[in-house]
């Protein structure tokens, strides 16, 4: 005997939107009559993969089946009566009556010619009545309360009778007491009917608290997956969504809880542990910005320094989240920074030096690069023709030709180097930035 | 229905009952009005010895001291002009209230009609053409409805060629129709200006009305969209769901983008089969299912029948006030139909905006 297929089964699939990598390679089985969480920062992927299981776009790679059956093989009306859709809000625009809306549900178990049946108004008088909405049948959609109002397109959602429910953020534009009063009715119903939930939510206290089982997506990737207990760590808060959180556990219900202290800006880039890297800029006066997001966009962890305070390149470092050794603005390079920069320098895999603008106050950084020119591939930035970098009297000019003369690549613009580290770091057999990675 | 309806229009009976009774009166006003006065009760004698096949009063004019001669030209007159005018006027109005409705709702937009999106001046640039170039004018009267009617229906398939693109929003869709119908005007002012002996015959279309109305051009008419009525009718559910977004009618199990071209395309249709005989009729389509959203709730199978019925009335309402105001002679109906669908409308936008900051009926 064959066991019933899952309700969800996704293999290696890759979606893309242009250049963007909205998932790559995620797998997800999801067994009849599970809660499942997606879970995730802003923009990792969940929103579309819950749409490619609604068949909403064609994937790139891989399949997703529901029930068995590829989701495109189903007709949309086939699907419409295997998997329901909470959206993350609905646009509602005319104000028809709460029941009729419900009614509209039913469209996929209705023939052309058919009306709304009797049993059809009881089927969505009891959903009404499971949402707590019961009294409101008669009103206008747009004159319930904003908590109501996404009971009632869960209402319609379930008037569906699928065995499958998907639900994007919805709980998202509700208060605390809306957010926990819907999904204990989703997670009631999918207890009492047997219903696969596999909903999308970024509070991961409520994923916590009503899941089954977590899957974690950064980045288009799938980086954990597993029951609450499992996947909840402040390594992977740190991690995926670069805060700094302490795990607690709740005593009563045995399940753990988050508590957000802080924004790490150290880990923040989410991919930091799954991509290669560090690749150090040294960089200053802006010099180093184009290379600090070359280097961010292709996945890289990227580091910095010695900037200056204030100075376009550390606010770029800071804007992308990228760790550099700083000093208060103008000053001379202190020695303590210059420790750390040495530090952020030993650690790189790669040294890109910009075509910054060199004087007293950083001619430091050149210097410091030198004794790592050949232990570490260092790539120099040339200057733009005509355009001179040199504002110590020599002692700039010299300390790049000394890197020269140690082995340092000159490449002609930023581009060329972020091209270059690309090449270096894939062919140093590394996982390539958009390698598949395991939490 | 057994709980009364607070705040979500759900439709009354008695507003049904009200509009057909007014309807019918409207219609028996109009058959005995016209470019000829008729006695009240001579013409309800002629009416109904017509309809009854000589049944009820076989002598049409009994009781009054016409001679058989006058009475037939009489009931010539209410018969042959009168009727075949006031059912065209029915036609074409029930055809334009229903593209507008049916527009309106597969746009998600209360602005959207036949006339904003270029399907009507599509049929009056193929009417002109045909005429001002000559081509088989010696059956003008057959060639030029067929050419409005493939000028409407090609304008109603380039939106729709546009519609397939597959990145096309309902907007996109919306906007393009917008700017073809002011292509398609200056290339029709274009055709005119080289040739002003044209554009007589021409206002014809660009200002519509009911002097083609026969017996014939009323079979036709009623046949064409009796049919593409009906199967625009059979799309409310799906139009109800796309009301809720593309995306979320898809998930319920509507082919969103299916259902849209071939909402379109219907459309499209039954316009092109109203400007053939009439030429543009303005605010008939974008006022009768503002109309009835009003009076019966936003349930699309409700209100597109009642925006083809309010549509009918509405057009015919506006014949009878041309005869009003200037006995003797119809004057181009477009001219009434915006005089009374303008403010109108207006007054539904400003008292909606609160309600709906964008015009969302």
Known sequence: ?439 | MTSPAKTGHRPRWWVAVLVAVGGILLIVFSALLGTVDIPVRLGLQILLHQLTGGWWFPQACAGTSLDPSRCSAYTFVVWDLYLPELLLALIVGAALGLAGASLQGVFRNPLADPFLLGISSGGTLGAAIIYVYRIGLADADLYLPAFAFIGSVATGLLILAVARGRYSSVETLLLTGVALANLLSAILSLVLLRNPAGSEQVSFWLLGGLGLASWEVDGIAFGAVLALGTLLCLHGKELNLLQLGSDVAQSSGVDSSRVRLRVILLASLVTAVAVAFTGIIGFVGLVSPHIVRRLAGSDYRIVLPASAAIGALFLLSARDVSYLAFPGSLFPLGIFTAFAGVPFFLYLLYRQRRLTPMGGA
Do not use: C
């Not at chain 1, 991919?271 to 960089?283: E, K, N, T, Y």
């Not at chain 1, 996945?299 to 208060?328: C, I, P, W, Y």
């Open chain 1, 1 to 439: 005997m064959t066991p019933p297929p899952p309700a969800v089964r996704v293999r290696g699939l890759g979606v893309r939107f242009g250049s963007r990598v909205a998932l790559h390679d995620v797998e997800l089985e999801v067994p009849a009559g599970e809660f499942v969480v997606l879970a995730g920062p802003n923009g990792s992927g969940k929103t579309t993969l819950i749409r490619a299981m609604l068949g909403f776009l064609e994937p790139d790679a891989g399949t997703v089946e529901l029930f068995g059956r590829p989701v495109g093989d189903l007709s949309i009306r086939e699907r419409a009566r295997r998997v329901a859709w909470v959206p993350q809000e609905e646009d509602l625009r005319d104000d028809v009556p709460l029941l009729q809306y419900v009614l509209y549900g039913r469209y996929p178990h209705q023939g052309l010619f058919d009306r709304d049946t009797p049993e059809d108004r009881a089927y969505a008088l009891r959903i009404l009545e499971a949402v707590g909405l019961s009294d409101r049948a008669a009103d206008g959609i747009r004159s319930i309360s904003g908590g109501e109002r996404q009971r009632a397109v869960l209402a319609r959602a379930l008037a569906q009778a699928t065995p499958l429910l998907l639900l994007d953020e919805p709980t998202s534009h509700l208060d605390i007491a809306h957010q926990l009063d819907l999904l204990s009715r989703v997670r009631a119903l999918s207890r009492s009917e047997g219903v696969t939930v596999v909903a999308a939510l970024h509070d991961l206290n409520l994923a916590a608290r009503y899941a089954d089982r977590i899957v974690v997506l950064s980045r288009g990737h799938r980086v954990a997956d597993g029951t609450p207990r499992d996947v909840l760590s402040e390594d992977l808060l740190a991690r995926v969504w670069g805060v700094d959180a302490e795990l607690e556990m709740d005593s009563r219900s045995g399940l753990p809880y988050l508590l957000p202290r802080r924004l790490v800006t150290d880990t923040r880039p989410s991919p930091s542990a799954l991509s290669p890297g560090p690749v150090h800029v040294v960089g200053g006066g802006g010099a180093g910005a184009p290379l600090l997001r070359g280097l961010t966009d292709e996945g890289f962890r990227v580091t910095s320094g010695a900037l200056h305070l204030l100075d376009t390149d550390a606010e770029t470092a800071e804007a992308l989240g990228v760790v550099a050794a700083v000093e208060g603005p103008f000053a001379p390079l202190s020695a303590a920074t210059r420790e750390n920069h040495r530090v952020l320098l030993r650690e790189a895999r790669v040294i890109v030096v910009a075509a910054f603008a060199v004087g007293p106050s950083n001619l430091a950084n050149l210097e410091d690069v030198l004794p790592f020119a050949g232990r570490t591939p260092v790539l120099v930035v040339d200057p733009a023709p005509g355009v001179a970098l040199d504002f110590t009297g020599g002692a700039g000019d010299a300390a790049r030709d000394a890197l020269r003369a140690a082995g340092a690549v000159f490449v002609s613009d930023p581009d060329a180097a972020v091209r270059e580290v690309v090449r270096l770091l894939a062919s140093a057999q590394t996982p390539g930035p958009a390698a598949p990675a395991q939490g």
